[in-house]
């Protein structure tokens, strides 16, 4: 059974189906759109499983690039255009699908909202995480040496087909850490979603596709929701997507290939459920309730103790979403109820967001 969640934007509408088993309607999809050219990019771990299987029913040729963080760089994306371009057969009307996780669809997204100014990139994710966060809502992005997602492009999918099939592929860890997004969907914005969750730990550590389907299902549904009324982030309404990531994006900017991205937010969403008990009134019943979800799914909950608060609070305030001297956390006033509270980077607050107690 497939489920089609529509984005209802208003310039760039765009469906996600969501099932077990999609390439004859990711085939029908792009078909209909007629393109004049069709170019999967993947990645080196995905590309031996799954790229001749896309390619040959879509008559495509195909992009592979290194696995992992570092291929969202300028210079991967140099080579991509160079090989987009070289055969001189793509024009406007071409197509790329961005096969992989959400490196793959950041990379790819960003090469087709830039090659010839933009072309159309229909995006399938191979990760649990790019399923219910990134492929969805047309953040495109490269990192800079200066870091992470600088270089970048709002540029809406002209469609998503979240294939449950590759998640039997995709290594236990890199699923679980997709579960760290599935949680903060459920913390931010779903009371439904975190009973669902809580009710089928066991089913979703096994990614069994009758528990698996509705969760991701209701984090797509959630997803589009949010971008539907905040395309751009301008409103303040996407930004709560980011909770747990203020945290989480310091620790892989200290230790960068430590953690997967979920897992860093995981370890983030725990400081920021301190924040919201201490400082937003958060319940500690429900804040508890979400980090028993953390720990059932074999999360990492803790900011190692190695490191500095002067380093996580450096590390902070080098985070793009600074607010003068302050940082912005989403913090969770109730379930479901996430707003931004601005925070002077002092003692009182590190200690809070390293799970220390009252000096
Ligand atoms: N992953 C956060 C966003 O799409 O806005």
Redesign the pocket.
């Known amino acids: 059974m497939t489920t089609t969640v529509p984005v209802p934007l208003a310039a760039n509408a765009y469906d996600v189906v969501i099932g077990n088993g999609l390439l004859a309607d990711l085939s029908q999809s792009v078909r209909a759109a007629a393109p004049s050219r069709v170019v999967v990019i993947t990645d080196a771990h995905v590309a031996p499983l799954h790229a001749e299987e896309v390619a040959r029913e879509l008559g495509a040729r195909v992009i592979t690039v290194p696995a992992g963080e570092d291929s969202k760089s300028i210079a991967t994306l140099d080579r991509v255009y160079g090989e987009l371009l070289a055969p001189r057969d793509l024009d406007r009307s071409a197509m790329i699908v961005a096969l992989g996780g959400g490196v793959v669809g950041d990379l790819a997204g960003f090469a087709a909202a830039t090659l010839l100014r933009g072309i159309r990139c229909v995006q399938v994710p191979t990760t649990l995480l790019a399923m219910v966060?990134?492929s969805v809502?047309g953040?495109t992005a490269v990192n800079h040496a200066t870091g992470k997602n600088l270089i970048g492009a709002f540029h809406q999918p002209a469609g998503v087909f979240c294939d449950l099939r590759y998640l039997h592929t995709l290594p236990q860890r890199e699923y679980v850490s997709g579960l760290a997004e599935v949680v903060k969907t459920a913390a931010i914005g779903d009371s439904g979603l975190l009973e669902l969750l809580e009710s089928d730990v066991i089913a979703l550590l096994q990614a069994q596709p009758a528990a698996l389907a509705p969760v991701v299902a209701a984090c797509v549904r959630f997803?589009a929701g949010v971008?539907a009324d905040d395309e751009r982030?301008t409103t303040g309404r996407?930004a709560m997507?980011?909770f747990g990531h203020t945290v989480g994006h310091a620790l892989e900017t200290l230790f960068p290939g430590r953690w997967l991205h979920g897992e860093a937010v995981s370890i983030g969403m725990m400081s920021a459920l301190r924040l919201s008990q201490r400082r937003a009134g958060l319940p500690d019943d429900d804040a508890h309730r979400v980090e028993r979800l953390l720990r059932a799914f074999g999360l990492p909950e803790s900011v190692p103790p190695e490191i500095e608060t002067f380093e996580l609070g450096a590390t902070i305030l080098g985070d793009k979403k600074r607010d003068g001297g302050g940082v912005r956390f989403v913090v969770l006033r109730d379930l479901g109820q996430p707003e931004l509270l601005a925070c002077a980077v002092d003692d009182a607050l590190l200690r809070i967001l390293m799970g220390y107690g009252d000096a």
């Open positions: 966060d990134s809502g953040k997803k971008v982030e996407r997507l980011n």
